[in-house]
């Protein structure tokens, strides 16, 4: 069997645990909402277990059934659409969209701060603590002093869009794990090989291409994974918190208050958003496959 | 070894020449004196050998020498530059105890990577690596990925690295510290003749008594605290073959470096040799070869 055969089971393998953990969680979702009290489980007054009536829990066919539901909602003007799925998968390109160009800004600069941060150890002192800082701050407070700098101001002929601020938002998220997982990759070349590189007379440049990105690869691509979970998540709570409309973000929030009677469309758009992260995680860990022939070499 | 040097005729300079070398390491409770007052020279094409116990310096000597260091005070030249422009010029190659390649290279492009570097092109990169694969005897694993060989051929590829500028120097940090002694052995011999066929000078790091006295054209016996040179013994043993290691005169060298780093000095080795072919006649069994070693 060859390395790149195993690889492949393995992969097959994870991907058949992914499918077995999802039925389990149906499984235990439809359990309890089959046997578990309808008021659901209190403790001193304290809700640890939710209702299990329709209006809190709806069974996941009605879910499903959701999506076929035909669109009645005024406010998803992005297409035309004639059903929730439309609605959702709509909704979610969007996001998908301002999450990308969120991705690819906080990629930029999160390896732009650890290749200065590497170079600099000065830097690294100096900067660390505050990438560490600047994810503490919270999104929703961010979000409309984004919106109010970008507003009015234009990057050569073009005006500022209000996507534009979610998609800052979205890269204020994502540039984090890949300026520190970086800055760690980056720092992975051994005491043996920098010494080889300084004996072969090897500026830094070089050693940057042919040695430090080189070795930090197993680094990156958690990172990016992370990165691209990151954008998404940054994506939908600023497109709620600047109230941009057409994303999954804005649309979960209007499902939600249209859902007085039926949260089933809730949760069918709260399903869309997960789908969306898990799919832009496994678009980057197609990256993997990249750095696995890179690294560890196909049988030549 | 030493006679091959003369035809080279690249240049007429010392391979290495050091003159009042001191280091001192600044730590956290004052300083600390790795090397004291060191006075070495290497002619071209020979091989000597730096030996000593933990702690004595040598392989500081050797880090001045690739200019990996910078010496307290004193010179170092390297093929009569300073060592920082023998350096920037890639007079020497360099390998460490661990072999150090890169792992996500195949073995080739592993030797090709010092030409990379210094913009040599493509086709030329690779006609010289596989010429030098040839020379350490890997011809056949070019296309291999490190992590797929064995210590002892990692070893032998970044021996191949170290030579692919052609160096009139190669620097060595304990190669082959890490390897079995059958492999040591074996590789003993090979860089012997890599040695010989490249002419290029050695100087030479070991813990092992016998590895420097078969190496080697001089053995340079170090002392501890601070790092001083206590003796240089000469190698006269001619051409290195395996009976060399069976030779009553490679036991009375290795006895004499011995001594060397008890710190006692024996003035007649040509006494001592005699002793031992005395007691090789009377136990020809290979028992006092391993006692010989083993207490090594």
């Known amino acids: 069997m060859t390395a790149a055969r195993r690889w492949g089971v393995r992969w097959l393998a994870r991907a058949g645990l992914v499918v077995v953990g999802l039925l389990v969680l149906a499984g235990v979702w439809e359990a309890y909402k089959s046997f578990g009290p309808a008021a659901g489980v209190t403790v001193l007054g304290a809700t640890i277990l939710p209702r299990t009536t329709d209006a809190a829990m709806p069974h996941l066919s009605s879910v499903g059934r959701a999506f076929s539901a035909p669109e009645v909602g005024g406010a998803i003007t992005f297409g035309p659409t004639t059903s929730v799925l439309d609605s959702v998968v709509d909704a979610c390109l969007h996001t998908l969209r301002w999450a990308a160009v969120g991705f690819v800004i906080g990629v930029v600069v999160g390896l732009l701060l650890a290749l200065l941060m590497d170079r600099l150890v000065v830097a690294e002192r100096a900067l660390l603590p505050y990438v560490v800082l600047s994810q503490t701050v919270p999104l929703i407070a961010l979000a ?157 | 070894m030493s006679t091959t040097g003369a035809t080279t005729g690249a240049t007429t300079a010392p391979a290495v020449e050091i003159r009042g ?146 160096p009139t120097l190669l620097l060595m940090d304990e190669p082959f510290g890490a390897l079995d002694e059958m492999t040591r052995e074996r590789m003993q011999a090979e860089l012997v003749r890599i040695a010989r066929e490249t002419s290029a000078a050695v100087v030479f790091v070991t813990h092992s008594i016998p590895e420097a006295v078969f190496l080697s054209d001089r053995v340079v016996v170090m002392s501890p605290r601070p790092g001083r040179i206590a003796e240089i013994i000469p190698v006269d043993l001619g051409d290195r073959t395996e009976d060399t290691r069976e030779a009553p005169h490679f036991y009375a060298t290795i006895t004499r470096v011995r001594e060397a780093l008890r710190g006692r000095t024996v003035p007649d080795a040509g006494a001592l040799e005699a002793d031992i072919r005395a007691d090789v006649a009377a136990d020809s069994n290979t028992a006092d070869t391993n006692a010989a070693r083993g207490a090594l």
């Open chain 1, 144 to 300: 409309p002093l984004v919106t109010r700098w970008g507003q009015g101001s234009s990057i050569g002929s073009l005006q500022w869009q209000p996507w534009m601020s979610v998609a800052v938002i979205a890269a204020y998220l994502a540039f984090f794990p890949v300026a520190v997982g970086m800055v760690r990759g980056l720092k992975s070349a051994t005491a043996v090989h920098l010494d080889w590189f300084r004996c072969s007379a090897a500026g830094w440049w070089r050693t940057l291409l042919l040695l430090k990105l080189p070795s930090s690869l197993p680094y990156l691509v958690p990172s990016l994974r992370l990165a691209a979970a990151a954008a998404v998540v940054g994506t939908i709570v600023a497109e709620i918190s600047t109230g941009l409309e057409g994303g999954i973000g804005r649309l979960i929030i209007t499902y939600a208050q249209q859902a007085t009677g039926d949260p089933s469309r809730t949760y069918a758009a709260v399903l869309g958003a997960a789908v969306l992260g898990l799919a832009a995680a496994a678009v980057v860990s197609l990256a993997d496959v990249a750095l696995w022939r890179y690294t560890r070499g196909g049988e030549a």
């Open chain 2, 21 to 166: 070398v001191s280091k001192t390491f600044t730590v956290r409770r004052g300083a600390v004196v790795a090397l004291e007052a060191i006075d070495l020279t290497v002619a071209p094409g020979e091989f000597v050998s730096l030996i000593g116990p933990s702690g004595c310096g040598k392989s500081t000597l050797l880090r001045i020498i690739a200019d990996l260091l910078t010496p307290t005070s004193g010179t170092v030249e390297v093929g009569g530059k300073t060592a920082q422009r023998a350096r920037l010029d890639q007079d020497y190659g360099f390998t460490f105890q661990q072999a150090g390649l890169l792992d996500w290279r195949t073995v080739r492009t592993n030797v090709e990577l010092p030409l990379e570097l210094h913009g040599v092109d493509r086709a030329t990169r690779k006609a010289r690596a596989l010429e030098l694969l040839e020379l350490v005897g890997l011809f056949d694993f070019a296309g291999h990925r490190p992590p797929q060989l064995s210590g002892g051929m990692q070893q032998r590829v970044a021996i191949a690295r170290a030579l692919a500028e052609r």
